[in-house]
């Protein structure tokens, strides 16, 4: 259900014409902006 996706600690997102679903639960704060697209480009790193 659309409505319960708030609640995961996922997201899916679309790099290079390739989706990829990511574990939020150890990203830090998205707020904090430099360690959050550290987080990220590690992540889309590991899944190539």
Do not use: C
Not at 21 to 43: N, R
């Amino acid at each position: 259900m659309i409505e319960d996706w708030y609640l995961t600690e996922q997201i899916v997102i679309e790099f290079n014409h390739q989706f990829y679903s990511l574990d939020t639960g150890s990203a830090p704060d998205f707020m904090d902006q430099e360690k959050y697209i550290a987080w990220l480009m590690e992540q889309l790193q590991i899944l190539r």
